[in-house]
């Protein structure tokens, strides 16, 4: 059974920063490309970005670029990212996925920026 477990999310002030990290088990985890996905209320998902299976390519919505940073642990099947200078419109369910339409998702953690 594929399990995509994220955790990390929290409420932080603008400018703040957060490290979100995903679990993934019951598939080979070190093949695929993975990518974060956002959902922020009353909104579609919105892909965040993408990293490729060694981790050498890293891809990035314009929204995020500059400010987020996407890695991967293969050894322990574990995707990460990281969150700098977070504004008020990164609040969001974030959520990892095996695809870019996060469609193969996991159950999310919530990013809320507010002062």
């Known amino acids: 059974e594929v399990q995509l477990v994220e955790s990390g999310g929290g409420l932080v002030q603008p400018g703040g920063s957060l490290r979100l990290s995903c679990a993934a088990s019951?598939?080979?985890?070190?093949?695929?490309?993975m990518h974060w996905v956002r959902q922020a209320p009353g909104k579609g998902l919105e892909w965040v970005s993408g990293i490729s299976a060694g981790g050498g390519g890293t891809w990035y919505a314009d929204s995020v670029k500059g400010r987020f940073t996407i890695s991967r642990d293969n050894a322990k099947n574990t995707l990460y990212l990281q969150l700098n200078s977070l504004k008020t419109e990164d609040t969001a369910m974030y959520y990892c996925?095996?695809?870019?339409?996060?469609?193969?998702r996991g159950q999310g953690t919530q990013v809320t920026v507010s002062s």
């Open positions: 019951g598939f080979t985890f070190g093949v695929r490309s």
């Open positions: 996925a095996k695809d870019s339409s996060g469609q193969s």
